[in-house]
């Protein structure tokens, strides 16, 4: 198969428009009054107006989980669009990509530790809920990973599907986002002064900030051929996509970052910046974002530059899922052929430069190559350029793809092991016990101070940059900064719903909220060591484990020469807990991942829908031993299985069953005990199994 | 509260934002710029926050974006101040 031919065959939207995309689309053409939310007061905030999914349209769906309800409806539009209903999909092997930065909080008392939460309340106030329930409703036991990585979420969820059928893990990927209103959200919002109640105007010389908004949107990706042979029918392609760190300012964009992250995306669909015809672009309407923005674009683009469209001055800012409500317009305004106009901008700011904004008037043009941008707090950036399908484009039937072998087997590559040094580097709280005078100690921005979490994130990762050697640390930085947690920031959160509940929104510190974000600790250490690459957050107790199979195949692609991946979590975060759960270890553990050193080689990964959803088991032996043949030597760490489960597998020939402490860094430390065995060769391989609650299942195969 | 009670109050505010941490007393002047006081941007959204809550008042975020000096918060808490009597 041609490296290119991953195609978009399906749309879903549950909007502030309603449900459906032919909704949204109208929607981005009309806009919509702000109003106050239906769940809770505004009167003591200085904005009041919000855009919330009409309660007519939720009315119309099955009973569940509000966050639940909102991203089924999208998912099955998405799904019937791309003629797979939910059997085929199944059939199919279908994974899941899901962002989202707020799903959970719409139980706040519960999900900030106020009130106990039930046993049966306790999954929905995880921001992987909706993934686990869509994935369970339709069968897909492919790759799994929920994203958050502030608003650039959605489209960093796309970026990591369209790599796992770029490698084969799966033909079909459902890719999507949703974010819900809470207050506690609204009032960081407010406190940053980063709302409007009234209208988002992107680009605009009197832009105040953006409406926020809610909503859940899908997009079906899928190998060219996977969708030919069902005759499945493309609506675009994927070319390819890109990510950067500022390496600038926690919460003020900056236009290099934003430049860079769009030159990575061009380079990966080997398109010339000259040939985009138009631009989605973040545009939140605060005053220096847009800015950033605009500098980017005329950086990139000079003269001449594509068409920009900007579509929250319609839909509102939906936080994690703009990205991807930005993904599913690009998508059919280019079957229409048509552009939806920046509503509101009929003062355009012209110390942007002469940005050349879509309005009504705007004639429609062929519109595609489209660039899709986001960004987000902590200065992550994440750009998708796409196409028109290519039969469409060329009037020719398309065919004859060779396969490649190369592209469906895992690639090796090898971890880097400098000087006999270990790989791995850990920090315990937040003491600087590593001391190396080639990595300096992280260069803290004075505001917003770091947080206990990033000075121990910090530090893990400066320890482990320390230990390898000088062009390979040039490399991580300009690589990727992959992390995992479980907890994210959350005592942030929490203290601002305390505040809230004791003395209103001019309680909220705007800080907390600054620091808040679930991506944030990776960003500030990004940040604070001058890390310029993607920097990613996977959700769950496996997203470390997640981190460092990414950062394998970053590497492995060519996409990085080497790459940092990082698994942490600490106790303060964690608000509630599982009767059953262990503590929170205060953690940071840090892989490092290059192609040069004498080190432990990364032989295969293999990924399974969360476990606890599916019969799990069978599916789990024959996962490994695909990966790995029947004699190899496995840790399992089940702390996502149940007591059954767990005794079973103990029971099994050359399996050893760990159960590794809460949150993302224990996860970690399984493996990097195992790597250091295999290192010494006791074993000279050995396959690593982590498990978690409502985590996806992530194996990787060490190989001497 | 009179002009000069509200003129220190807003001065001690003002100082226990400096990101630094607490700076010794010092007299502060209504020329002296945020920055020089080590007010960022990003502090001057935690200082207006405090300001709302100290004086029970709300200050709109253009107008708390256009303080450059100790003076113009002053001026912006005394026009609050005044709108609340009103």
Redesign the interface.
Same mark, same amino acid.
């Given at each position: 198969m041609s490296r290119d031919d991953i195609v978009i065959t399906g749309l879903g939207s549950m909007s502030v428009f309603g449900a459906g995309v032919a909704a949204l689309w109208r929607g981005l053409h009309t806009g919509r009054p702000a109003a106050p939310p239906a769940g809770f007061d505004v009167d003591r905030y200085?904005v009041r107006g919000v855009y919330e999914v009409p309660s007519a349209a939720v009315a119309n769906l099955p009973d569940d989980d509000y966050a639940v309800r909102l991203s089924v409806a999208a998912a099955d539009e998405a799904l019937a669009q791309a003629g797979l209903p939910d059997r085929q999909a199944a059939l199919s092997g279908a994974g899941l990509a899901f962002a989202s930065t707020s799903a959970g909080w719409h139980h706040p008392a519960e999900a900030f530790g106020a009130t106990a939460p039930t046993t049966e309340l306790m999954p929905l106030l995880r921001k992987e809920w909706p993934a686990v329930a869509i994935a369970a409703r339709n069968r897909l036991t492919g790759p799994f990973a929920v994203l958050s990585s502030a608003c650039a979420s959605s489209t960093g969820a796309l970026a990591w599907a369209v790599e796992r059928i770029r490698s084969g893990d799966a033909p079909v990927m459902l890719v999507g986002a949703v974010d819900v209103l809470t207050e506690v959200v609204f009032a960081g919002f407010h406190?940053?002064?980063l709302l409007t109640g009234e209208r988002t105007r992107p680009f605009s010389l009197g832009r105040?900030?953006f409406v926020l908004a809610e909503g859940a949107a899908f997009l079906v990706l899928e190998s060219a051929r996977h969708a030919r042979y069902r005759e499945g029918r493309p609506l675009a392609t994927v070319l390819g996509w890109g990510a950067s760190a500022d390496r600038a300012h926690l !919460? !003020?964009p900056a236009a290099h970052g934003v430049a860079r992250s769009v030159r990575a995306a061009l380079a990966d669909a080997r398109c010339g910046a000259d040939a985009i015809r138009l631009c989605y672009a973040h545009g939140t309407a605060s005053?220096a974002g847009d800015a950033a923005e605009a500098a980017a674009l005329a950086e990139v683009f000079g003269p001449g530059r594509p068409l920009v469209t900007a579509i929250k001055a319609a839909t509102g800012h939906t936080e994690g899922a703009a990205g991807m409500f930005s993904l599913v317009a690009a998508v059919h305004g280019m079957g229409l052929g048509q552009v939806p106009p920046v509503l509101y901008a009929d003062d355009q700011d012209a110390a942007l430069g002469d940005l050349r904004l879509a309005s009504a008037a705007t004639s429609p043009a062929p519109a595609a190559p489209v660039l899709v941008h986001a960004s987000g707090f902590g200065g992550v950036n994440s750009s998708v350029v796409l196409d028109v399908p290519a039969a469409l484009a060329t009037g020719a039937s398309a065919g004859g793809d060779a396969a490649d072998p190369a592209n469906t087997q895992p690639r090796v590559l090898l971890m880097t092991n400098s000087d006999d040094r270990t790989w791995r580097a850990e920090a315990t709280g937040a003491a600087g016990a590593y001391g190396s005078a080639e990595v300096p100690d992280p260069a803290w921005p004075?505001?917003?101070?770091p947080d206990a979490q990033c000075r121990m994130l910090g530090e893990a990762v400066r320890t482990a940059l320390a230990c390898l050697d000088p062009d390979t640390r040039r490399l991580a930085r300009d690589g990727a900064l992959l992390s995992g947690t479980e907890f994210g920031a959350q005592a942030h959160h929490a203290r601002m719903y305390a505040d809230l509940a004791v003395?209103g929104p001019?309680?909220?510190?705007?800080?907390d909220f600054?620091l808040s974000t679930f991506n944030l600790p990776a960003t500030m250490a990004a940040l604070a060591l001058d890390i310029g690459g993607q920097v990613e957050t996977f959700l769950g107790a496996t997203g470390g484990v997640e981190a460092l199979a990414s950062a394998c195949h970053l590497v492995a692609t060519g996409r990085a020469d080497a790459a940092l991946a990082v698994g942490h979590d600490a106790p303060e975060n964690r608000c509630w807990q599982r009767p059953e759960e262990k503590p929170v270890p205060a953690r940071a553990t840090v892989f490092a991942v290059g192609q040069r050193g004498a080190g432990v080689r990364v032989a295969g990964v293999r990924r399974l829908a969360p476990a606890g959803t599916l019969p799990e088991l069978t599916t789990l032996r024959v996962a490994v031993e695909e990966l790995a043949g029947a004699d190899a030597s496995v840790w399992c760490d089940a702390v996502g299985l149940g007591a059954q489960e767990t005794a079973a597998v103990s029971r099994w020939p050359r399996w050893t069953v760990v159960c590794s402490e809460a949150g993302a860094a224990a996860p970690l430390d399984v493996h990097a005990s195992v790597v250091e065995r295999v290192a010494r060769g006791e074993p000279a391989e050995a396959v690593v199994v982590s498990t978690g609650w409502l985590a996806p299942t992530v194996i990787i195969r060490y190989r001497r | 509260m009179s002009n000069s009670a509200m003129y220190e109050r807003v001065c001690t505010i003002v100082l226990r934002h400096n990101p630094a941490g607490p700076q010794p007393a010092r007299q502060v002047a209504r020329e002296d710029t945020l920055v020089d006081l080590g007010v960022d941007s990003l502090e001057l959204l935690s200082l207006g926050a405090s300001l709302e809550r100290d004086f029970d008042i709300d200050i709109d975020d253009a107008t708390l974006a256009s303080a450059t000096s100790v003076g113009d918060l002053v001026a912006i808490v005394e026009a609050a101040l005044e709108r609340a009597e009103r």
């Open positions: 200085r406190a940053m002064r105040n900030g !919460t !003020t005053p004075r505001n917003p101070p003395a001019r309680a909220i510190e705007p800080l600054a | -």
